[in-house]
């Protein structure tokens, strides 16, 4: 369920997608703080603390990929949820933004309609992983690592890992599956939703992202040729 509450913290350098944004999503129920460059957006995001950010990745003086990057660095801001607006269609564009943190991209033009249930998805999906729609207490411990569900919790060594909501999603979704192979397909359906629009080379850079961030403990994501990927070893 939608809290009454909910920022949407919207970042674009052209006045008639922060007009047509400002004025849909607060249609849909949500706060709007709108921002018209990257440094502006840094400063709403951190003071603001939205629950979403919608942010164009071509920006005046700061790229909107550098503003990613800048929040994913600072403790207050690295697990806000980011939705990738761009004009730019290529595939590479969209892979950076996933390999930075990105939750979900958009390409213009795009419709106001498609914008906001791409937004409620992102937040149901953020709301699930951090616990705040389950009362989930299991813990797993696999050698080195430690998953809490309930608390939106990995650690590696005694070390805490920081996870995008997604990619607690596809780490748990592969934990519960005990040894199973899931295809990039089921992977997509779980940890995104049937309702989100990416493409399933997603799950690649999100894997990659995640093994990254697991150091020592990626290795127990085994990817099967022409298939998916699955955890080694037994929880």
Known sequence: MQKADTRILVVDDEPDILNLL???LKKAGFKVLLAKDGPEAIEIAKDKKPDLIVLD???PD???TEVLKRLKAVESTRKVPVIMLTAKGEEIDKIVGFELGAE???TKPFSPRELILRVKAVLKRAADAQGAETIDEKVVNFN???IDYSRHKVTVKGSDVVLSSTEFKLLTELVDAKGRVLSRDTILDRAWGRDCYVIPRTVDTHVRRLREKLTSAGKYIETVRGVGYRFKGEI
């Open 22 to 24: 400002d004025f849909n």
């Open 104 to 106: 979900d991209y958009i």
């Open 62 to 64: 700061m790229e909107g």
């Open 144 to 146: 080195e690592l430690s």
């Open 57 to 59: 990745i071509m920006l």
